[in-house]
């Protein structure tokens, strides 16, 4: 199995995702974020903008993957991700924090659609198919959002994928020398 560098990107946000489920165990969240109009607007050309300000909201320190999404019949933006947070409280302050990134609606009924945040691997489905439905988003996102990184990760979810990557890494290798000796 090869270092980190050589992982794709594939593999990166697979590792991330789990490493957010053992962090955050029953308070690791996937979510669905659908953006107030103007907001939609900006991150369709400024994709960063946006991940900055969830970032600042939520905070520098909270393991959290962002993916950009396009709903295939009208390319409304949207994201979806996962994080990790240290209990429920945390989880609430994190969900307010995505709330007030994705922007003010007009119409009170929008509010409810806003943010649905469901327990990773439970009530999202499995983290596999998490995944799977995250890669499905960055290539209909690719069609939509100019330029800029369709999906990333905080340093503290991508120190901890490291760190998970690191261990199955070290426990492949180990398998493959104890089968090439036992030849």
């Known amino acids: 199995m090869g270092s980190w560098a050589e992982t794709t990107d594939i593999e990166k946000m697979k590792f991330a995702l789990y490493a957010i489920k053992n962090a955050g165990r029953r308070h690791a969240m996937a979510f669905t974020l659908n953006l107030a109009p103007d907001v939609e607007r900006r991150a369709k050309i400024?994709?960063?903008?946006?991940?900055?300000?969830?970032?600042?909201?939520?905070?520098?320190d909270v393991p959290l993957l962002i993916v950009f999404d396009a709903a295939p019949d009208t390319d409304r933006v949207h994201l979806h991700g996962a994080y990790a947070a240290a209990n429920s409280d945390d989880a609430n302050r994190i969900d307010c924090a995505l709330d007030a990134a994705g922007g003010e609606w007009a119409a009170p009924r929008g509010d409810s659609y806003k943010l649905l945040p469901k327990v990773l691997g439970e009530e999202s489905g499995t983290v596999d198919g998490w995944l799977v439905y995250l890669l499905k988003s960055i290539t209909a996102a690719g069609q939509v959002v100019a330029g800029g990184p369709l999906w990333s990760m905080?340093?503290?979810?991508?120190?901890?994928?490291?760190?998970?990557?690191?261990?199955?890494?070290?426990?492949?290798?180990?398998?493959?020398?104890?089968?090439i000796h036992a030849r």
């Not at 400024?46 to 520098?60: E, M, Q, Y």
């Not at 905080?154 to 089968?179: F, M, Q, Y």
């Open 46 to 60: 400024d994709p960063d903008w946006l991940r900055r300000k969830i970032v600042l909201g939520v905070g520098s």
């Open 154 to 179: 905080t340093n503290p979810a991508r120190r901890a994928a490291k760190a998970l990557h690191e261990d199955v890494r070290r426990a492949v290798n180990i398998a493959s020398r104890e089968s």
